[in-house]
């Protein structure tokens, strides 16, 4: 395990899994277990359900008369559109509006909302926001987040949660579960019916472990931080930095992408200004340097990340994550591409350090559930 400063209450569950707790975003994470299969985890999740701990995320309180201002000054989202009860996903810019990372923005009152962001500069950017106003700001460790994903969790939670059925897209819940106090909202980060079950920290363990005994029945298996990977590649579901060009950076220039360049301008409220890097962002349409685009590749080889893209020869992109489904029987992977390779059908070429060359054609994402009716069903 890394040197890491935050520290998740379920750290001794995943070493009896084998994990050695790596690092994500400053806490211990179980990337990986020694134990299970990974395309077990990913099959449980698309056909029956799967748990993960997901406390890795940084979660932000932002209370006071302040507060939608603060957030609609460091997000992409209008605020006054989310009322209490529901969420959004958001992003934020920086000055020359590029992308420094995403949120989901949960509104709980008039004036309090719960900012949740990954590893980029999400806590700094509402703390620059909220300078000069009348609103409060506190990062909240205890706060801890279970994921349970798949079409099975809903059937699971019935049993303990009156309601949860009721639950729309990006609603959230304050209830009880198992006799203590969670907050479930209806959101993941895996294109499939899920829900976050956030606890305190010294609830987590018994959450946890109660959900997978009974679950077990079910189907429900504890899942790596790591199968996220082939889940977010099927479903469009980008992953700071490692999409962007912090990762692969350019030769001429320093890191940051435009929400044009990442397919993300659907974040942006329509018609909003007064958010930061709104200037530049809207500038910037029409000039985008490459495109986040997807990949069908040839056989069942899976490209490792940063493989080159090649073209007649020269190397015009990058493969940032490529999976092959045992369920789609399909290999593809998110790329960054040329913006006139963005179509479906252009043939191209991955040159894999392990496998050597894999044929490829251009194909639109997402791959999979392309109407998102999965992850919005009702009832």
């Known amino acids: 395990m890394t040197s890491s400063w935050r520290f998740s209450a379920l750290g001794d569950r995943h070493r009896a899994l084998g994990s050695d707790l790596e690092d994500w975003s400053g806490m211990g994470t179980a990337w990986s277990y020694s134990k299970g299969d990974p395309d077990a985890e990913y099959m449980a999740i698309r056909t029956k359900a799967g748990l993960m701990d997901v406390s890795g995320l940084k979660k932000v309180h932002i209370t006071g008369s302040g507060a939608s201002h603060v957030i609609d000054r460091a997000t992409t989202r209008n605020v006054e559109k989310i009322m209490p009860g529901r969420s959004m996903y958001a992003c934020m810019l920086n000055d020359a509006g590029?992308?420094?990372?995403?949120?989901?923005?949960?509104?709980y009152g008039p004036n309090s909302f719960l900012l949740v962001?990954?590893?980029?500069?999400?806590?700094e950017q509402i703390t620059m926001a909220a300078t000069g106003r009348d609103v409060s700001v506190r990062f909240d460790d205890n706060l801890h987040d279970l994921s349970l994903q798949g079409p099975k969790a809903v059937e699971y939670l019935e049993k303990h949660v009156a309601g949860i059925r009721d639950l729309a897209y990006f609603g959230i819940m304050h209830t009880s579960l198992f006799g203590v106090p969670v907050t479930i909202t209806r959101t993941g980060y895996t294109g499939e019916r899920g829900y976050e079950i956030f606890c305190r920290g010294q609830d987590a363990g018994m959450i946890w472990d109660r959900i997978l005994e009974e679950g077990a029945s079910m189907g429900i298996i504890p899942c790596r931080f790591t199968t996220l990977d082939m889940l977010r590649v099927e479903s469009y579901l980008l992953f700071y930095p490692y999409d962007n060009s912090e990762m692969y950076p350019f030769d001429n220039e320093g890191p940051g992408d435009?929400?044009?360049?990442?397919?993300?301008?659907?974040?942006?409220?329509?018609?909003?200004?007064?958010?930061?890097?709104?200037?530049?962002?809207?500038?910037?349409?029409?000039?985008?340097?490459?495109?986040?685009?997807?990949l069908k590749l040839d056989g069942t080889n899976v490209p490792g990340n940063g493989a080159p893209v090649f073209r007649g020869g020269k190397q015009v992109g990058v493969v940032t994550q490529a999976m092959y489904s045992p369920l789609n029987k399909h290999n593809v992977a998110i790329a960054r591409l040329p913006v006139d390779c963005a179509n479906n059908g252009t043939k191209l070429e991955v040159r894999c350090a392990t496998h050597g060359a894999i044929g490829a054609v251009t194909h639109a994402l997402p791959f999979y559930d392309e109407k998102k009716e999965r992850r919005t069903a009702k009832g």
């Open 98 to 107: 590029k992308f420094v990372d995403d949120c989901i923005i949960y509104r």
């Open 117 to 123: 962001h990954g590893s980029g500069q999400g806590h």
């Open 258 to 294: 435009t929400l044009w360049e990442l397919g993300l301008d659907f974040t942006v409220s329509p018609g909003k200004t007064g958010f930061r890097g709104a200037e530049e962002h809207y500038r910037l349409k029409g000039k985008e340097r490459f495109k986040i685009w997807g």
